[in-house]
């Protein structure tokens, strides 16, 4: 069993900044994949960004290349999104997930994760 709990979400301006965190527990956090996905009203969940056990090597959505980064810090069981240059359309509810089976391979499709923190609201106004 793995427990993921996100926090860092709130109300920003566009052009803004804020970091996501996901605090993980139950399982050794350095020998799986982490990703992050959101969703927004009426749409479904989208692929952001994942990170492999070790943190060196990264996948990112076109969406957010060049403005959101994915990092990781296995001393402290905890993956991180910082997210620059925010748009109103990145608004929606911003999970993270792990990936325990696909050693090697950074998964982008939310069936692929196995467990899921809660979520955390991110708002962009304009």
């Known amino acids: 069993q793995v427990q993921l709990v996100e926090s860092g979400g709130g109300l920003v301006q566009a052009g803004g900044s804020l970091r996501l965190s996901c605090a993980a527990s139950?399982?050794?956090?350095?020998?799986?994949?982490m990703g992050w996905f959101r969703q927004a009203p009426g749409k479904e969940r989208e692929f952001v960004a994942a990170?492999?056990?070790?943190?060196?090597?990264?996948k990112s959505a076109d969406s957010v290349k060049g403005r959101f980064t994915i990092s990781r810090d296995n001393a402290k069981n905890t993956v991180y999104l910082q997210m620059n240059s925010l748009k109103p359309e990145d608004t929606a509810v911003y999970y993270c997930?792990?990936?325990?089976?696909?050693?090697?391979?950074?998964?982008?499709?939310?069936?692929?994760?196995?467990?899921w923190g809660q979520g955390t609201q991110v708002t962009v106004s304009s």
């Open positions: 997930a792990a990936d325990l089976t696909r050693i090697g391979r950074l998964a982008t499709e939310a069936r692929e994760y196995d467990y």
């Open positions: 139950g399982r050794t956090f350095s020998s799986y994949t």
């Open positions: 990170i492999n056990w070790s943190g060196g090597s990264t």
